[in-house]
């Protein structure tokens, strides 16, 4: 019912930079909380960074001050700006959004929690 598609992943060196993009789209209502997710080789799925509809964000400690998470809720679509990228940044990226097909909130029947496909992203020292 709701899908999304992320992008903008790819290689570069360290000190470089990315900007991710993720589209939601289908029965949409609204998108409370959309958020970025890493997974790198042989490691559990860590969080990122997450942005409310209101525009409280919460960034993980080790991207803080580099990563910047943004959203166009017109667009339904959430950005993950990413720079000075380290190695150990090196990890497939996944879009998540706590999304509603209807009015009645988190929580309630119509709350969908959703995963992109994810984007890799790779950085060479």
């Known amino acids: 019912q709701v899908r999304l598609v992320e992008s903008g992943g790819g290689s570069v060196q360290s000190g470089g930079s990315l900007r991710l993009s993720c589209v939601a789209s289908?029965?949409?209502?609204?998108?409370?909380?959309m958020g970025w997710y890493r997974q790198a080789p042989g490691k559990e799925r860590e969080f990122v960074a997450t942005?409310?509809?209101?525009?409280?964000?919460d960034v993980e400690n080790s991207v803080k001050g580099r990563f910047t998470i943004s959203r166009d809720d017109a667009k339904n679509t959430a950005y993950l700006q990413m720079e000075r990228l380290k190695p150990e940044d090196t990890a497939t990226y996944y879009c998540?959004?706590?999304?509603?097909?209807?009015?009645?909130?988190?929580?309630?029947?119509?709350?969908?929690?959703?995963w992109g496909q994810g984007t890799p992203v790779t950085v060479s020292s």
């Open positions: 998540n959004a706590q999304a509603l097909i209807n009015k009645y909130g988190l929580g309630a029947p119509g709350h969908l929690e959703v």
């Open positions: 289908g029965n949409i209502f609204s998108i409370p909380v």
């Open positions: 942005m409310a509809e209101g525009g409280i964000t």
